[in-house]
């Protein structure tokens, strides 16, 4: 009797005093969304991360990680840690021949624009606000599209390696309607960016931030408040696309993550 009390303190005491729920697989390149009790304090690898006053939070994992996770929680002075192996993935290879020259190696004259581009797009990734909607189910973007490109395949152009592809393809027709994946904040709305034509960032709330690619029509503006299934724009081929399709992006700040780890695509 004695020892059976002493194994159900073990098991049921830790549980108690640690509520901590992990949504997500630990592969490279994925999303974990996580939740414990409220007024808790996380650690992601030694570093504070915002917890909601309902507990959740979120982090992400790189393209290229190879140690553990190390998840430290905190409650009235307590901590308890827990490490999360994570696991490889294997990544394609996608050529694609045929490109113009200056849409494989930009001409000297667009390198002041492609770096302006690139720093407006950064500010909107680096956004840490209080907004909690990463915390809910994302939605497919395009109800009809076939997937043409995936995250993390190594790209070469006209047989010319580039870096690898961060985001999701989703080939439609010209001026299919797009719906926004989750409720946000519009933090960038550009019509011209030269890699990714029209463009749209929003922030979802502790880092978490998505974007759409190569649009013709965008309906949204900076500021602007979007809810889950709002139609946003239309699927272009603008900046550097061989065709009509849309390329959506997953972020936690600065890390870029796999769309595919959110989405159903079943």
């Excluded at 098991?11 to 994925?30: A, H």
């Excluded at 029209?198 to 309906?219: A, C, E, P």
Aim: proline share 4%; charged share 25%.
């Amino acid at each position: 009797m004695k020892n059976l009390l002493f194994l159900l303190i073990l098991c049921f005491v830790p549980i108690d005093l640690y509520s901590l729920e992990l949504n997500g697989t630990f592969y490279q390149g994925n999303f974990i969304l996580g939740k414990t009790e409220p007024h808790s304090n996380v650690l992601i690898d030694k570093k504070k991360v915002k917890v909601s006053s309902e507990g959740f939070f979120a982090f992400g994992l790189s393209k290229n990680r190879k140690n553990d996770v190390i998840i430290e929680v905190i409650k009235n002075g307590t901590s308890k840690k827990l490490i999360k192996k994570v696991f490889k993935k294997k990544y394609k290879i996608q050529r694609i021949d045929g490109l113009p020259k200056k849409q494989v190696t930009p001409p000297k004259e667009v390198y002041d624009r492609i770096k302006k581009d690139g720093k407006i797009i950064a500010e909107a990734r680096s956004i840490d606000s209080d907004l909690v909607f990463f915390s809910k189910k994302f939605i497919l973007p395009l109800k009809e599209s076939i997937i043409t490109g995936v995250y993390g395949s190594q790209r070469i152009l006209n047989k010319i390696p580039k870096s690898p592809h961060y985001g999701l393809d989703f080939a439609a027709r010209e001026g299919t309607k797009i719906k926004a994946m989750l409720d946000g904040v519009t933090t960038l709305s550009e019509k011209d960016l030269y890699y990714t034509g029209g463009t749209i960032i929003f922030d979802h709330g502790h880092g978490v931030s998505t974007l759409y690619m190569h649009m013709k029509d965008i309906y949204v503006k900076n500021g602007q408040k979007v809810k889950q299934g709002q139609v946003i724009g239309t699927v272009g081929k603008t900046g550097r696309s061989t065709g009509p399709h849309l390329d959506i992006r997953l972020n936690w700040f600065d890390v870029k993550l796999d769309p595919a780890s959110v989405l159903n695509l079943d």
